[in-house]
């Protein structure tokens, strides 16, 4: 099954919560002092919210599978598709461990293709030590977009790079 994904970007969490839960009809599924999800059915949708997207708005998209074959044939879509992708892989990002892809659609809004194996204790990838940190901003963009606000790139030690 393939769940459309939204995230957004609130300043206010709480005021967020209280809006997009009597506009779905349901509470969140999980909430954490700067992040929030609803799985729903109808729309078939995983909505999430967090004060660490950086602004105000949309922060990305995504379709979230359930099987590593379904996240196989959407990744190979967009490649046959000669679709510029940036394979992220195995990581930690929105209190989840996924495998992820990236890709941009032509208006610049980042797209990811994933799916989630297991849940995670901390918002993004934890530092070697094993201790999380709470600051720092979005983990979940590609790194052009991450780049282009003025976040370290892939690689440099931001979550999910």
């Known amino acids: 099954m393939k769940r459309m994904h939204i995230h957004v970007g609130v300043e206010h969490l709480d005021q967020a919560v209280t809006f997009y839960s ?49 996240l196989g044939e959407l990744r190979q879509r967009l490649q046959d598709a000669d679709l510029s992708l940036f394979d992220e892989g195995e990581t930690v990002c929105c209190y989840a461990r996924s495998d992820k892809t990236w890709v941009q659609d032509p208006a610049g809004i980042a797209w990811e293709a994933y799916r989630t194996m297991e849940e995670a204790q901390f ?37 999910c790079g």
């Not at 993004?124 to 976040?151: H, L, M, V, Y």
């Open 123 to 159: 918002f993004g990838s934890a530092p070697e030590d094993g201790t999380a940190t709470e600051t720092g901003a979005a983990c979940c963009a590609p790194p052009q977009a991450r780049e282009t606000a003025d976040e370290p790139a892939a690689g440099s030690g931001a979550c």
């Open 22 to 70: 009597a506009l779905f009809g349901a509470q969140p599924v999980k909430i954490r002092s700067d992040y929030a999800k609803w799985m729903l059915d109808e729309p078939c949708v995983n909505f999430a919210i967090s004060t660490r997207a950086g602004s105000t708005g949309l922060e990305h998209l995504g379709i979230q599978v359930e099987e590593e074959g379904e």
